[in-house]
């Protein structure tokens, strides 16, 4: 969906902010901390962004501050090896496909921040970071 949809959708606004060469992470004007939306320039709407201090779940219940026990748990059989610092599951369900979920793990193992949506834009870091 469009940046126009998507603020028909939720009923706010989502302000124009700074972003990379393909994409921009946009905050929800009166939504929560933490929480952006991940648009390429062509203005789709292709992930969410979920970082401190926002204490939004996955809709399996994993969050922030969720252990990588936890992670690999619920989403047994659909994460990628683990590595120390990522954790990336790919749903194994038709309708989900070139979508992911990727967890970003903190120094204890814990989850520190994720993002979900298509596979090139589940990535971890601000739009035009590295």
């Known amino acids: 969906m469009s940046r126009s949809e998507a603020e028909h959708a939720i009923g706010a606004r989502i302000p124009e902010g700074p972003g990379g060469p393909d994409c921009k992470d946009l905050s929800i004007e009166g939504g929560p901390d933490g929480l952006l939306l ?16 926002a ?59 994720f993002i979900a949506g298509e596979e090139e834009f589940a990535v971890p870091l601000p739009c035009g970071g590295d």
């Open 55 to 113: 204490s939004i779940s996955t809709a399996s219940g994993i969050h922030r501050g969720s252990t990588q026990a936890e992670v690999l748990a619920t989403y047994a059989g659909e994460v990628e090896e683990p590595s120390t610092d990522e954790l990336v599951f790919t749903p194994s369900g038709a309708q989900f496909q070139g979508k992911v979920i990727t967890f970003a793990m903190d120094d204890n193992g814990d989850v520190d921040r």
């Open 38 to 53: 991940r648009f390429s320039n062509d203005d789709r709407l292709v992930a969410v962004y979920v970082l401190s201090p």
